[in-house]
Nanobody, 116 residues
Framework: QVQLVESGGGLVQPGGSLRLSCAAS????????MGWYRQAPGKQRELVAT???????NNADSVKGRFTISRDNAKNTVYLQMNSLKPEDTAVYYC??????????WGQGTQVTVSS
């Protein structure tokens, strides 16, 4: 019933840009907090950026000034605009919808590879 579908991942060169999208269905999108997380090989999954249902944004220090999270409630979609990409940004990026304590849904993930 609940479905989060990411798109926009791929292979880009250092310094390049990419925009990830996450389309949600099966939830009342406007009341959910949304976020992007990433996981690189050998590392724990980490927060990239979140945006609450009232528009409050939290960014990881590693992406401040480079990544921008946004949401379009009319389209049930959250975006992650990634600029000035670095090789260390290489990871699987996951979309998450959350509400309250312990209520969350994850997308399947999309691979982002930054390499020359």
């Amino acid at each position: 019933q609940v479905q989060l579908v990411e798109s926009g991942g791929g292979l880009v060169q250092p310094g390049g840009s990419l925009r990830l999208s996450c389309a949600a269905s099966g939830i009342m999108f406007s009341i959910y907090n949304m976020g992007w997380y990433r996981q690189a090989p050998g590392k724990q999954r980490e927060l990239v950026a979140t945006i609450t249902n009232d528009g409050t944004i939290n960014n990881a220090d590693s992406v401040k000034g480079r990544f921008t999270i946004s949401r379009d409630n009319a389209k049930n979609t959250v975006y992650l605009q990634m600029n000035s990409l670095k090789p260390e940004d290489t990871a699987v990026y996951y979309c998450k919808a959350g509400r309250g304590i312990g209520i969350g849904f994850w997308g399947q993930g999309t691979q982002v590879t930054v390499s020359s």
